[in-house]
């Protein structure tokens, strides 16, 4: 009993307790940091640990026309998402729901994409699925694993191709977009808009996502849809209001399709102060395909389609202005006080013109003999133009014309516009054919709208609109006039606008026989004919009426239509369409167009102006 | 028997353990994904039956019964041992190593538990022998064949938990039976060269260290060289060691070091340990309630890991209600090893204490990354019947003991 004797057992258990002791506040204190200290960060990792985020979409704001009608809005429909573990696992399910519910493999790639994008998140099946397919899945979903079914504001254009370039479509966010910040406060799958109005007024309409939360097991496998936890409710997008008339607007489109199916152009009718009528581009697309993500087939038959179906030709197509841009010489060289409304040239129209070596042709072989300004303006003569730029000079052509905003975008609100060609000052020329190398010969081409002179429908038909108005356009618009983008002052009196105006509906006295009883509209215009080196030329037409005290301009380019004149008829049935609106009579009333005999001359060879202007 | 003599303080608290497991094994069996651990509370139950029975036949058997046994015992835990590295199978939560009887496709149990308080007996009754404490390592050589014969057949198996409850019953009974803390640091010596060879600095600190406490302790001189010499080849030995452990030990080891290097693989335990136990916080989130439970993020959580599930769902509270249970325990434990009427009875008390303080240091340790994790159960708490008998059987032993010493009328001087 030596090793055990009482007092130096007493001792030992002392000893023993310590080390007792001493466990138990080790132990102790390491729990107390876990749980009391370090607590917060912990619970933060056991809910990152289950929880996965599954967004809800914020209803994207209605757009309206100016009389309240509906362009977009939305309707509910069903988003089918995946929520998986692995992608092996997401294959899995995908193999098991293409056997209940249709869907291509080019969308089986895209899941699998956005799958990888963001794991955490529930990746999109489909946004468009019908009341069929989410009954027949749900009555799968044992099978189904981490199949999230929700009910969310789908985008819908009820008046579908009639309105696509107007209001643009929507889209998922890419990656790329959020590289390059185009979205801000979007995020990796946020529904934005991608053009039109949809991209323009985007941060109005998109509204805010919210967010609910499931619960996830340690494989990743859903347990619950709804983990109470956290729910941020979406906020709705703002509705915007437009300058848009929403029946003339589908007019145009069921004008275009019914008489002129699959031509290619571009309508845009304006008031002249700039507000936006319809803009309307053929061929169009309907924009309800890109709702809930645009089928692979379906994107490449657009972007191949050699028609370019989702090219906007009214602010995107750029073409020589030809013709109807002899308005703005005249309009140049009468703000300049070179000419009045009688002065002639001193060579009459003898079917071209001498110049240097070159003899520039005008499109009527005969000639027009001698003419003042008003009659070139109404007989639309070339040989008294090229003779009125000369007489202007090529340095203050191209500075009245950049002046008059020739090389400026309009600043349309609606996404990306093109910037037309127009020189602002002979530097230009010798930029793109080296000094000397050019002659003044380029002053020619440049006052018929030929040239190193492109310009889009758009600009051209907010030039109209001056020339219909005051003198001074607004910025085209179609819901405000977008900040910093500046009127065009035309710089003339009211009685050279309204001499300007007399000629262009000159031609009507001379040309038809006036036979006419009871109501009578007068319309404006300017046909035109823009060479084209690739094939048929283009035909423009860009109009206004009542001639006397405009309402609606309209401009309209149609590609390959060989001459303005066949695109005036399409024009005018709009112009009394809309204008019958206030004045129900018109639609019976004798309409008397404008429609000079046009020029359509062929390409005037300078002899340096080999690459056809760069068109 | 006289109810009398029963130690009540112990009943209790053994009560109080057992019930508050049962309900955590209860616990541990409600997730939202199907486990195998939602019927196991109801076998516990049947095993805590057994336990008590096993309990009962302890309490009534002689220790000179026993004492005398003890030998038989450990001879036979030893060869059962053996035999588990011959036809032993991995399962439950020793999936890798071979710790399981099987006779045809029944898994009877692990040996392992058994041979534990087998070598209690053998080694209390080699101690309670010797007229003088053990003076010398030379004289540790005997007690620490007794540990190292299934000290090495447990780390063959490969169970390093084990192992390491070996070592804390060899220490904790050197220990009481009157070894100075200074041998026994010699003995531990070679294996804290083992564990800091991996560092040179450390190593190269803790040997001239070694060397100084030995100058100052004037040891034997050969005693001292053969330290020194095993403790230098230790450090070399480790390398080859280390390279000799499995892989998952090898992780295991690792991570503990640095949990967040290997977050997916074998710190994942770790980390979601701790994940469930701090979430808890003060209160819990309610008993059956743990997310990190109930959603299977927590691994082993009826087994291994069940104390997370305490800290998870009943807070620190719950966690300081447990410990101070456990603790309870073990000052009982270690009132009875004083109050013991012989030398016998005393170290395997002790022993027992050694046993339930390793248990519960290693396990508890682990889930919060105080200790490396190495798959050993906590007492009363994680589900499994071999190691519950075992510490039912060795309750029972104190018992018997507690009961001895009151019945001879001892009393505290």
Same mark, same amino acid.
């Given at each position: 009993m030596?090793?055990?004797?009482?007092h130096?057992?007493?001792?030992?258990?002392?000893?023993?307790?310590?080390?007792?002791?001493?466990?138990f506040?080790?132990?102790?204190?390491s729990?107390?940091?876990?749980?009391?200290?370090?607590?917060?960060?912990?619970?933060?990792q056991?809910?990152?640990?289950?929880?996965?985020?599954?967004?809800?979409a914020?209803?994207r704001?209605?757009?309206?026309?100016?009389?309240g009608?509906?362009?977009?809005?939305?309707?509910?429909?069903?988003?089918?998402k995946?929520f998986?573990p692995?992608e092996?696992?997401?294959?899995?399910?995908l193999a098991?729901?293409?056997?209940?519910?249709?869907f291509?493999?080019?969308?089986?790639e895209?899941?699998?994409?956005?799958?990888a994008?963001?794991r955490?998140?529930?990746?999109?099946?489909?946004?468009?699925a019908?009341?069929?397919d989410?009954s027949?899945?749900?009555?799968?979903?044992?099978?189904?694993?981490?199949l999230?079914v929700?009910t969310e504001?789908?985008?819908?254009?009820?008046t579908?191709?009639?309105?696509?370039?107007?209001?643009g479509?929507?889209?998922e966010?890419?990656?790329?977009d959020?590289?390059?910040?185009?979205f801000?406060?979007?995020?990796?799958?946020?529904?934005?808009?991608?053009?039109?109005?949809?991209?323009?007024?985007d941060?109005?309409?998109?509204?805010?996502?919210?967010?609910?939360?499931?619960?996830?097991?340690?494989?990743?496998r859903?347990?619950r849809?709804?983990?109470?936890?956290?729910?941020?409710?979406?906020?709705?997008?703002s509705?915007?209001?437009?300058?848009?008339?929403?029946?003339?607007?589908?007019?145009?489109?069921?004008?275009w399709?019914?008489?002129?199916?699959?031509?290619?152009?571009a309508?845009?009718?304006?008031?002249?102060d700039g507000?936006?009528?319809?803009?309307?581009?053929?061929?169009?697309?309907?924009?309800?395909?890109?709702?809930?993500g645009?089928?692979?087939?379906?994107?490449?038959e657009?972007?191949?389609?050699?028609?370019?179906?989702?090219?906007?030709r009214a602010?995107?197509?750029?073409?020589?202005?030809?013709?109807?841009?002899?308005?703005?010489?005249?309009?140049?060289?009468?703000?300049?006080?070179?000419?009045? +409304?009688?002065?002639?040239?001193p060579?009459?129209?003898?079917g071209?013109?001498?110049y240097?070596?070159?003899?520039?042709?005008?499109?009527?072989r005969e000639?027009?003999?001698s003419?003042?300004?008003?009659?070139?303006?109404?007989?639309?003569?070339?040989?008294?133009f090229?003779?009125?730029?000369?007489r202007?000079?090529?340095s203050?052509?191209?500075?009245?014309?950049t002046?008059?905003?020739f090389?400026?975008?309009?600043?349309?609100d609606l996404?990306?516009?093109?910037?037309?060609?127009?020189?602002?000052?002979?530097?230009?020329?010798?930029?793109?054919?080296?000094?000397?190398?050019w002659?003044?010969?380029?002053?020619?081409?440049?006052?018929?709208?030929?040239?190193e002179?492109?310009?889009?429908?758009v600009g051209?038909?907010?030039?109209?609109?001056?020339?219909?108005?005051?003198?001074?356009?607004?910025?085209?618009?179609?819901?405000?006039?977008?900040?910093?983008?500046?009127?065009?002052?035309?710089?003339?009196?009211?009685a050279?606008?309204?001499?300007l105006?007399?000629?262009?509906?000159?031609?009507?006295?001379?040309?038809?026989a006036?036979?006419?009883?009871?109501?009578e509209?007068?319309?404006?215009?300017?046909t035109?004919?823009?060479?084209?080196?690739?094939?048929?030329?283009?035909?423009? +037409?860009?109009? +206004?009426?009542?001639?006397?005290?405009?309402?609606i301009?309209?401009?309209?380019?149609?590609?390959?239509?060989?001459?303005?004149s066949?695109?005036?008829?399409?024009?005018?049935?709009?112009i009394?369409?809309?204008?019958?609106?206030?004045d129900?009579?018109?639609?019976?009333?004798?309409v008397?167009?404008a429609?000079?005999q046009?020029?359509?001359?062929?390409?005037v060879?300078?002899?340096v102006?080999?690459?056809?202007?760069?068109? | 028997?006289r109810?009398?003599?029963l130690?009540?303080?112990?009943?209790?608290?053994v009560?109080?353990?057992?019930?508050?497991?049962?309900?955590?094994?209860?616990?541990?069996?409600?997730?939202?994904?199907?486990?195998?651990?939602?019927g196991?509370?109801?076998?516990?139950?049947?095993?805590?039956?057994?336990g008590?029975?096993?309990i009962?036949?302890?309490?009534?058997?002689?220790?000179?019964?026993?004492?005398?046994?003890?030998?038989?015992?450990y001879?036979?835990?030893l060869?059962?041992?053996?035999?588990?590295?011959?036809i032993?199978?991995?399962?439950?939560?020793?999936?890798?190593?071979?710790s399981?009887?099987?006779?045809?496709?029944?898994?009877?149990?692990?040996?392992?538990?058994?041979?534990?308080?087998?070598t209690?007996?053998?080694?209390?009754?080699?101690?309670s022998?010797l007229?003088?404490?053990?003076?010398?390592?030379r004289d540790?050589?005997t007690p620490?064949?007794?540990?190292?014969v299934?000290?090495?057949?447990?780390?063959?198996?490969?169970?390093?938990?084990?192992?390491?409850?070996?070592?804390?019953?060899?220490?904790?009974?050197?220990?009481?039976?009157?070894?100075?803390?200074r041998?026994?640091?010699?003995?531990?010596?070679?294996?804290?060269s083992?564990?800091?060879?991996a560092?040179?600095?450390?190593?190269g600190?803790?040997?001239?260290?070694?060397?100084a406490?030995?100058?100052?302790?004037?040891?034997?001189?050969a005693?001292?060289?053969?330290?020194?010499?095993?403790?230098?080849?230790?450090?070399?030995?480790?390398?080859?060691?280390?390279?000799?452990?499995?892989?998952?030990?090898?992780?295991?080891l690792?991570?503990?070091l640095?949990?967040?290097?290997?977050p997916?693989?074998?710190?994942?335990q770790?980390?979601?340990?701790?994940?469930?136990?701090?979430s808890?916080?003060l209160?819990?989130?309610?008993?059956?309630?743990?997310?990190?439970?109930?959603?299977?993020f927590?691994?082993?959580q009826h087994?291994?890991?069940?104390?997370?599930?305490?800290?998870?769902e009943?807070?620190?509270?719950?966690?300081?209600?447990?410990?101070v249970?456990?603790?309870?325990?073990?000052?009982?434990?270690?009132?009875?090893?004083?109050r013991?009427?012989?030398?016998?009875?005393?170290?395997?008390?002790?022993?027992?204490?050694?046993?339930?303080?390793?248990?519960?240091?290693?396990n508890?340790?682990?889930?919060?990354?105080?200790?490396?994790?190495t798959?050993?159960?906590?007492?009363?708490?994680?589900?499994?019947?071999?190691?519950?008998?075992?510490?039912?059987?060795?309750?029972?032993?104190?018992?018997?003991v507690?009961?001895?010493s009151?019945?001879?009328g001892?009393?505290?001087i």
């Open positions: 030596s090793t055990l004797s009482p130096r057992v007493r001792e030992r258990a002392a000893g023993a307790r310590a080390v007792l002791l001493g466990a506040v080790l132990l102790a204190g729990f107390f940091k876990a749980q009391i200290i370090d607590r917060e960060g912990y619970r933060l056991s809910a990152t640990n289950r929880l996965r985020e599954v967004r809800l914020a209803p704001g209605t757009i309206f026309d100016r009389y009608n509906i362009i977009a809005e939305n309707e509910p429909g069903y988003s089918i995946l998986a692995s092996d696992s997401l294959r899995a399910v098991r729901i293409r056997k209940l519910i249709p291509d493999s080019s969308a089986e895209q899941v699998l994409r956005r799958y994008g963001a955490y998140q529930p990746a999109l099946l489909t946004g468009t019908s009341f069929e989410v027949r899945l749900e009555e799968h979903r044992y099978l189904l694993p981490g999230v929700q504001p789908r985008r819908v254009y009820r579908r191709g009639a309105v696509a370039h107007l209001v479509y929507v889209g966010v890419s990656e790329g959020l590289a390059e910040e185009r801000p406060g979007a995020r990796l799958g946020t529904i934005a808009g991608r053009d039109g109005l949809e991209q323009e007024y941060s109005l309409l998109r509204g805010v996502e919210g967010s609910r939360y499931i619960e996830v097991d340690a494989r990743g859903m347990v849809e709804d983990a109470a936890t956290f729910f941020v409710a979406p906020i709705p997008g509705p915007i209001r437009t300058t848009i008339d929403l029946p003339l607007q589908v007019f145009i489109d069921s004008l399709q019914a008489a002129l199916p699959g031509t290619r152009g309508m845009i009718a304006m008031t002249p507000e936006i009528l319809a803009l309307y581009s053929a061929p169009t697309f309907d924009p309800n395909a890109f709702v809930g645009i089928p692979g087939r379906t994107w490449a657009l972007t191949r389609d050699p028609a370019k179906p989702l090219f906007n602010t995107r197509g750029k073409y020589p202005p030809a013709s109807p841009f002899k308005l703005a010489t005249a309009a140049i060289a009468l703000k300049r006080g070179i000419v009045a +409304f009688g002065t002639r040239m060579e009459p129209c003898r071209g013109l001498q240097g070596n070159r003899f520039f042709r005008c499109w009527k000639g027009h003999g003419l003042d300004l008003t009659g070139a303006i109404a007989l639309s003569c070339d040989v008294y090229y003779q009125l730029g000369l202007i000079g090529l203050n052509l191209l500075e009245e014309g002046r008059l905003g090389g400026k975008r309009t600043g349309v996404g990306s516009e093109v910037e037309p060609t127009y020189p602002p000052s002979t530097a230009y020329y010798d930029r793109f054919y080296g000094p000397r190398r002659s003044s010969a380029v002053t020619l081409n440049l006052a018929i709208g030929q040239g002179n492109d310009q889009s429908l051209m038909t907010q030039f109209y609109a001056a020339l219909a108005g005051n003198g001074t356009a607004e910025p085209p618009h179609v819901v405000r006039p977008p900040a910093g983008a500046r009127s065009r002052g035309l710089g003339l009196t009211t050279q606008l309204e001499g105006r007399t000629s262009m509906m000159d031609v009507v006295r001379r040309g038809t006036a036979a006419s009883g009871g109501r509209l007068n319309v404006a215009g300017k035109g004919t823009a060479q084209n080196p690739h094939g048929k030329d283009h035909g423009w +037409f860009i109009a +206004f009426a009542p001639a006397d005290n405009p309402k301009v309209i401009g309209s380019i149609m590609e390959f239509a060989l001459h303005g066949s695109v005036a008829p399409h024009v005018v049935r709009v009394r369409r809309y204008l019958s609106r206030f129900p009579t018109l639609a019976r009333a004798r008397n167009v429609v000079q046009d020029s359509a001359p062929r390409v060879e300078v002899p102006d080999t690459t056809g202007a760069g068109r | 028997m109810g009398r003599g130690d009540r303080p112990l009943v209790g608290t009560a109080a353990l057992t019930a508050f497991g049962i309900l955590m094994v209860y616990s541990a069996g409600q997730t939202d994904v199907p486990t195998n651990a939602q196991a509370w109801l076998r516990q139950l049947a095993w805590v039956g057994i008590l029975i096993g009962a036949a302890v309490f009534r058997m002689n220790f000179r019964l026993l004492e005398w046994a003890a030998p038989s015992l001879t036979l835990g060869a059962l041992l053996a035999l588990t590295l011959v032993g199978t991995g399962g439950g939560t020793a999936a890798g190593t071979r399981w009887l099987t006779i045809g496709s029944v898994r009877v149990g692990q040996p392992v538990e058994l041979a534990k308080l087998a209690i007996l053998v080694l209390a009754r080699y101690l022998s007229r003088e404490s053990p003076r010398t390592l540790l050589l620490g064949a007794f540990v190292g299934p000290f090495l057949l447990v780390l063959a198996q490969p169970d390093l938990g084990s192992a390491i409850v070996f070592a804390g019953i060899l220490f904790a009974m050197l220990y009481w039976s009157g070894v100075r803390p041998l026994l640091l010699l003995l531990a010596s070679p294996l804290i083992l564990l800091l060879a560092n040179v600095l450390w190593w600190i803790w040997m001239l260290l070694l060397f406490l030995l100058v100052r302790w004037r040891s034997y001189v005693e001292g060289v053969a330290v020194y010499v095993v403790n230098a080849a230790m450090g070399v030995l480790a390398i080859i060691l280390w390279n000799r452990l499995q892989p998952y030990q090898q992780k295991r690792t991570t503990f640095n949990p967040e290097l290997d997916s693989g074998a710190a994942y770790a980390i979601q340990s701790k994940i469930s136990i701090g808890g916080g209160f819990g989130t309610g008993f059956l309630q743990g997310p990190q439970k109930r959603l299977a927590l691994p082993e087994t291994d890991f069940i104390f997370p599930v305490v800290g998870e009943l807070g620190f509270l719950g966690v300081l209600l447990a410990l249970l456990f603790f309870t325990l073990l000052l009982i434990l270690l009132r009875i090893a004083r013991a009427g012989d030398p016998f009875s005393s170290l395997v008390t002790f022993g027992v204490l050694g046993l339930m303080f390793t248990h519960l240091f290693e508890v340790g682990m889930t919060v990354s105080l200790m490396p994790i798959g050993i159960p906590l007492p009363f708490f994680s589900y499994g019947g071999s190691f519950l008998l075992t510490c039912y059987l060795a309750i029972g032993l104190a018992l018997r507690a009961w001895d009151r019945v001879s001892y009393t505290e």
